[in-house]
């Protein structure tokens, strides 16, 4: 399926101060462009022949909502096929990789929070699921 036909977006812990949002965002779309290299595009140069690199190749809505809502969500989102990644208060708090292995193995799926969620894959399916959240402003 062509690259715009696909969606990506973010859903944000409406309770995180805007740092920790930030910080969320970032890991996640960091995780997504890992899972899903073709949403990132090629380095390009600008008109001195200084090289940048690939930016997201789609725009990716950042939206708000609540916890259990973000639980919902991830839930119908794997249900449906669409690739989700989760950013858990787990992982936010953890001091480094090992740290949050370690965590995450001591946790049960249905404890966990999540300071946000990425969503990609089928714009109509994505667009069903989130497109009553607000953006995140």
């Not at 990716?60 to 973000?70: D, F, H, P, S, V």
């Not at 480094?96 to 292995?101: I, K």
């Not at 249905?110 to 402003?137: M, N, P, Q, V, W």
């Amino acid at each position: 399926m062509p690259v715009n036909t696909k969606r990506f977006v973010i859903i944000l812990d409406e309770s995180l101060p805007a740092g920790l949002a930030a910080n969320a965002a970032a890991v996640l779309s960091t995780s997504m462009g890992c899972q899903r290299p073709e949403i990132v595009g090629h380095n390009v140069q600008d008109g001195t022949g200084g090289l940048h690199a690939g930016i997201t190749t789609l725009p990716i809505a950042i939206l708000k909502a609540g916890q259990q809502a973000i639980q919902r969500l991830r839930s119908t989102a794997e249900e449906q096929q669409l690739l989700a990644a989760g950013f858990t208060r787990t992982a936010q708090r953890s001091k480094n990789y090992g740290h949050y292995e370690q965590r995450m193995s001591a946790c049960r799926a249905c404890d966990l929070e999540y300071a946000g969620i990425a969503l990609f894959g089928c714009a109509e399916k994505i667009t069903s699921l989130t497109g009553s959240l607000s953006l995140l402003r």
